[in-house]
Nanobody, 124 residues
């Protein structure tokens, strides 16, 4: 069992930056693939970024490539999402997710554990 707690959200102006953190409790965090998803009002939850547990390979949704960076610190049981050049379209609740199963990490159904989310609001 893994519990995930996100933090770092807030209100930022367009062009600004935020760094989200997700701390995992439980054992064997280093064996989990980790992902970030987001959900805007009235929209479905969508993939943002993911990092594998073994090689640290990363994946990004096209609209955030070059602006967002996912990273993990296994010693701290934490995964991060550094977000730069934010724009109002990035406004959403951001969720951290974890899975031990190999597969398509872009698909939210691949993940077994989810955090409660943290709100990110980008003003124009």
């Amino acid at each position: 069992q893994v519990q995930l707690v996100e933090s770092g959200g807030g209100l930022v102006q367009a062009g600004g930056s935020l760094k989200l953190s997700c701390v995992a409790s439980g054992r064997a965090f280093s064996s989990y693939h980790m992902g970030w998803f987001r959900q805007a009002p009235g929209k479905e939850r969508q993939f943002v970024a993911a990092v594998t547990w073994r090689s640290g390979r990363t994946f990004y949704e096209d609209s955030v490539t070059g602006r967002f960076t996912i990273s993990r610190d296994n010693a701290k049981n934490t995964v991060y999402l550094q977000m730069t050049s934010l724009n109002p379209e990035d406004t959403a609740v951001y969720f951290c997710a974890a899975t031990v199963r190999d597969g398509n990490l872009i698909n939210l159904r691949q993940y077994d554990y989810w955090g409660q989310g943290t709100q990110v609001t980008v003003s124009s």
